[in-house]
């Protein structure tokens, strides 16, 4: 079954999903960060760095400037702030009734508008 | 056979502090939706139960004063959840108001709403509104946190100590 999620919402999950970008937004909890800082605990190249970073950018939880050579990446916290990120398993219970509801719609529009049998 | 046609999706808010509201379109007329919703043989449908439950009683009488009585059953227990209310509002197929208090096989009562579904559109697509409406603020995040699974728990806590940091 297909469920109707919310795109945002599965942006910011896959972007936690992975250790090293947690690790990402627990340095940058410190403040603002260059991306060779943020790569050199993680034993990571700069460009590893930087592709968890455009992850990280693309939920909308970072957000890089670049200030002559360096990229400077600090924390957004709109989207872990906001109110439907612990509101999600909710919608997704209801969800699932309104997708099974929605099976059950096509059934019974089918049902009236097949013509009428004859004995 | 012709697609339907996309609907947006659902949507869940929270207006005040005690109620929640979901408000959802359904490629089918207001009739249809109303039946569906309120015609027991209809609801087991998609009253889809916890995983291991069966819905082993289900009464929906949509008329004033009319009783809404819902049975789960396990393994273990017999009824193992019960959904019981009363419908206090009718108007056919616009507009149903009911309450509802779940309470566990032993009786022990686990949360108590109202709900309150309005039906709107007209022709092939219907939008329906339900608003529940808490007891207090905590029963609604309650209600609103519940079914999490430890998967969801693991983010929260890394949400929590990532907030707790001075966001």
Known sequence: MVLDHSPRLDLVFHALAHPARRAIIRQLTGGERNLSELASPLKMTFPAASKHVRVLEGAKLVRRRIAGREHLCRLEAAPLKDATLWTEQFRQFWETRFSALDELLEEMKQQAEAPPRKP | ?167
């Open chain 2, 1 to 167: 056979m012709n697609a339907p046609a996309k609907l947006p999706a659902l949507q869940v808010s929270t207006p005040t502090d005690t109620t929640i509201v979901l408000l959802r379109s359904f490629n089918a007329p207001r009739k249809l939706v109303w039946e569906a919703m309120f015609t027991p043989d209809k609801m087991r449908r998609w009253m889809v139960p916890p995983p291991q439950w069966t819905q082993s009683v289900c009464e929906c009488d949509a008329r004033l004063a009319g009783v809404l009585n819902i049975a789960w059953k396990s393994a273990e227990a017999d009824p193992a959840m019960t959904l019981r209310g009363v419908f206090t509002e009718i108007v056919l197929h616009e507009r149903a108001v009911h309450t509802e208090v779940m309470a566990l096989g032993n009786g022990q009562i686990v949360g108590s709403q109202v709900e309150q579904h309005e039906f709107s559109g007209s022709g092939p697509t219907t939008t329906l509104r339900i608003t529940q409406t808490y007891v207090s603020k905590e029963a609604r995040d309650g209600a609103l946190g519940s079914g999490m699974d430890e998967g969801m728990e693991a983010c929260y806590a890394l949400l929590d100590g990532v907030l707790a940091q001075g966001w």
